[in-house]
């Protein structure tokens, strides 16, 4: 079974810029399509990005285009979230999941998850 460890999460300020890492444990996960994710308290967890196994297609939310910059190294076996211009809307547990079919957008299309890192924007 497949692990993805998240890091890189912190405390920031408004304009500050972050980037998360997501490291999986099984080289089959190569393959696979990467989501992030994030929950802040009291909302239900929403996609903010996914990558495709092959890393040339991306998407992103509304919320977070042209702000935050998805990628991924095969060879490390790691995706990150470059995240820019953060304010505090963008506080919430982020998760990395990896998915193989289905639409990115929905969080129940990926099998496997991380157990999220912490990012908090103060203003």
């Known amino acids: 079974q497949a692990q993805l460890v998240e890091s890189g999460g912190g405390l920031v300020q408004a304009g500050d810029s972050l980037t998360l890492s997501c490291a999986a444990s099984?080289?089959?996960?190569?393959?696979?399509?990467i989501g992030w994710f994030r929950q802040a308290p009291g909302q239900e967890r929403g996609l903010v990005a996914w990558i495709t196994g092959g890393g040339v297609g991306t998407y992103y939310a509304d919320s977070v285009k042209g702000r935050f910059t998805i990628t991924r190294d095969s060879a490390k076996n790691t995706a990150y979230l470059q995240m820019n211009s953060l304010n505090p809307e963008d506080t919430a547990v982020y998760y990395c999941a990896a998915g193989l079919l289905g639409d990115g957008r929905m969080s129940r299309n990926y099998q496997y998850w991380g157990q999220g890192t912490q990012v908090t924007v103060s203003s």
């Open positions: 099984e080289r089959t996960i190569v393959n696979y399509r």
